[in-house]
């Protein structure tokens, strides 16, 4: 049995590491709601450019001469996969379940005969993902959260990449796998296909100029429909590592939140195993001690 | 009273502006459009200049925005832009420091996929700059 300087350590250490778990469920928590501000900041452009994208492909067509990024290349055999994660641990099951639902996704279109590619995003899934799928990565992106939350260029980078990539004829298929916030303890993985652009469902609320009027486009549809589509893949990918961001944080409150409660109940039973081992310590003695005058 | 419009100014980070304006004149592509009320729907693309809100009859605020999308219908005008100040907020000495850096980006770049990302830079310096002595 553990002695009681043993216990009285271990209580100690309990303590200190509960201390640290608190302290960084406050901080996951500041920082969620700033994140989760800039993810609902960051939806009026998002819902804007889907409306007016829609319009145009509508306006557009199928048209011969509708841009590469809308009506894909035409095969669909080299896929992009782009991974969101978060570049720190400590956030329960966060990357974990991103790492899977990626490996999953890699393994199906690997049977069906595809070549697949994996952008990183984030220092963990590249760490997770490298051995297994090393040579499928053409890309890592690290240090995307800055001090100040995150940068939309940092999201026009990885948009850029993506976009030489294509041009290049690197992929056909491109989609992008991130947690979506739901609250701060719930995240849902999700695929989304970003090439070729996925016409969204419209949605019957549209005012009635909006959506039945007939627009004029300057300088066509063609040229403003080949400027908006790039511009697109920079603002779903910015809004995915919002998403991501926010869903991290909330994952790394609640995480840390359980290790705190748990630490708690953790010290409750070793403080409760310390008074029983003093207290037999005590009784032994006395017993000792009475059976040794009775024995006179 | 004045009919308006509302202009909705939007950047992919913030809702910028939503307010009631009389008339906005916008920096289109193919050149500058005025939006009065009640204008025929349209969808623009933008290049990078200035954006001049009136009130009164007179230029009310004026705001810089590098290039974007406009969209506009009878009752608003929607304007997607990737970055806009307002020009009393541009500094002399950094829209001068962003065009040499563009400069040089353009100098150095070496596939077209380079060249056209320095060459929108250069575009949006300049701009930049024109905005501020006009």
Request: glycine share 8%; net charge negative; charged share 25%.
């Amino acid at each position: 049995m553990a002695s009681l300087k043993d216990l009285r350590s271990r209580i100690a250490s309990v303590k200190s590491t509960k201390k640290i778990t608190s302290a960084m469920k406050m901080v996951a928590a500041s920082k969620l709601r700033r994140s989760q501000d800039a993810a609902e900041a960051a939806r009026p452009y998002a819902d804007r450019m889907g409306t007016m994208l829609g319009r145009l492909a509508a306006a557009v067509g199928g048209s011969q001469g509708a841009p590469k990024l809308l009506s894909g290349t035409g095969k669909e055999d080299v896929h992009l996969l782009v991974v969101f994660t978060s570049d720190r641990g400590l956030c329960g099951g966060f990357n974990a379940s991103i790492i899977k639902a990626t490996r999953i996704k890699v393994r199906a279109l690997q049977a069906a005969g595809k070549t697949v590619k994996l952008i990183c995003v984030g220092r963990k899934a590249s760490d997770a993902l490298k051995r297994e799928f090393g040579d499928a990565i053409v890309a890592r992106y690290i240090g995307v959260e800055g001090k100040k939350g995150i940068d939309f260029s940092a999201a026009t980078d990885v948009a850029d990449k993506i976009l030489a990539l294509y041009d290049a004829g690197e992929f056909d298929v491109c989609s992008i796998i991130y947690n979506k916030f739901v609250s701060a303890i719930s995240q849902v993985v999700t695929t989304q296909q970003l090439v070729p652009f996925a016409v969204p469902e419209t949605d019957g609320q549209e005012e009635a100029t909006g959506s039945s009027a007939v627009y004029d486009y300057e300088p066509s549809e063609e040229a403003i429909l080949a400027d908006l589509l790039p511009r697109n893949v920079g603002v779903q990918i910015f809004g995915a590592m919002l998403e991501s961001s926010a869903s991290e944080h909330g994952a790394r409150m609640s995480a840390m939140d359980n290790a705190t409660r748990n630490a708690g109940d953790m010290i409750d039973r070793l403080s409760i195993q310390y008074n029983r081992s003093r207290q037999a310590q005590i009784t032994n003695e006395l017993i000792e001690i009475i059976s040794g005058a009775e024995a006179l | 009273m004045t009919d308006t419009t509302v202009l909705e100014l939007v950047s992919p980070s913030a809702l910028l502006k939503s307010e009631p304006v009389e008339m906005v004149v916008v920096p289109g592509t193919d050149g500058n459009f005025g939006v009065l009320p009640k204008h025929s729907p349209m969808i623009s693309t933008i290049r990078p200049g200035v954006i001049d809100i009136y009130a009164g009859g007179k230029v009310s605020e004026r705001i810089f925005v590098a290039g974007g999308v406009a969209e506009v219908n009878p009752e608003r005008c929607t304007i997607l832009a990737e970055e806009a100040v307002p020009v009393s907020d541009i500094k002399a000495d950094e829209a001068q420091a962003r065009l040499e850096a563009a400069e040089a980006d353009l100098k150095a770049a070496t596939t077209a996929h380079d060249k056209a990302n320095a060459e929108r830079a250069f575009d949006v310096a300049r701009a930049l700059i024109a905005a501020l002595s006009n």
